[in-house]
């Protein structure tokens, strides 16, 4: 037998190495797509609420207006690279940037993890990314862009259609039901609740069907109840102050994405 014989691995252990490297570059390409998508959706959270076009003008720095080169856009690398400042001026560069980006990448993992290649993957990253968008933009500036909200419908129907007829169904019951409660709630605290949360309940509901966005809500409500009962006992609002509710209702997307099915199931069972 020669050297080269001898040193083949029998098949039943090449082919799961095999499988485990297939998985491994899978799931390398999933992190790296949810990093480049970070890196799009930073220059909408900082572009969409000021009215500058996503196409041009290119990056660049605000502080000394140098457009910014192949080397300041990697994502997360170009940040460490550049030790958070910018290449020409030194102006601090936000951490919010790569962590973003950072969030993404593992968002997308996780997703991955749950769905796998399939359909309901394609329309639960696309709902994650306009979430981390519409989550960043309602903190910093009070809104939820309308762009934002009607880029998800469109993409939203196709990805339904990929799913099932029934699933088209539940997401228009869904979205009816998830935009009018959220609308019922604003009439009934006078305002309480903005018309961008409505549009987005709406939203929630067409990605997730009329069963799910109820479970959102409820954990949105109780999410955001506990964050205000924390941020009025630190002394940093009062309860005539209002909490952005899209960041709540984000994080409790999240949560139903992962677990929706295994709670609702469990729910069924009590009775």
């Known amino acids: 037998m020669c050297f080269r014989c001898r040193l083949r691995l029998p098949r039943k252990i090449t082919i799961p190495l095999r499988k485990g490297l297939k998985c491994m570059m899978d799931w390398l390409f999933v992190f790296v797509l949810g990093l480049v998508t970070g890196s799009f959706l930073n220059a909408c959270i900082y572009r969409i609420p000021r009215g500058i076009s996503l196409i041009t003008p290119p990056s660049r720095c605000p502080r000394c207006n140098n457009t910014l080169g192949a ?113 019922l709630a604003a009439v009934v605290s006078r305002g309480g609740m903005g018309g961008g949360d409505i549009k987005l309940a709406a939203v929630l509901g067409l990605y997730l069907g009329w069963v799910n966005v109820l ?35 984000s994080v409790a997307t999240f949560i139903v994405l992962l677990w929706g099915g295994e709670t609702i199931d469990w729910y069924r069972g009590l009775f």
């Not at 993992?109 to 519409?134: N, Q």
């Not at 196709?158 to 099932?164: A, F, K, W």
């Not at 006992?233 to 102050?241: I, N």
Request: proline share 6%; with cysteine; charged share 10%.
């Open 215 to 249: 479970l959102v809500l409820f954990v949105a409500f109780l999410i955001g109840a506990a964050a205000g009962l924390v941020w009025v006992w630190t002394k940093r609002k009062t309860m005539k102050q209002t909490l952005p509710f899209a960041p709540f209702l």
């Open 71 to 183: 080397v300041d856009l990697v994502p997360v690398l170009s940040y460490l690279f550049l030790t958070g400042k910018c290449r020409r001026c030194r102006e601090r560069i936000s951490p919010r940037y790569p962590l973003v980006e950072l969030a993404c990448g593992t968002g997308f993992l996780i997703l991955y993890f749950k769905f796998g290649p399939a359909p309901e993957y394609l329309a639960a990253i696309t709902l994650f990314s306009g979430l981390v968008a519409i989550s960043l933009i309602d903190l910093e500036h009070g809104i939820i862009p309308d762009t934002i909200n009607l880029t998800l419908v469109v993409a939203g129907v196709p990805l339904l259609l990929l799913q099932s007829g029934h699933a088209v169904l539940n997401g228009l019951l869904g979205a009816l039901l998830g935009g009018g409660l959220l609308l």
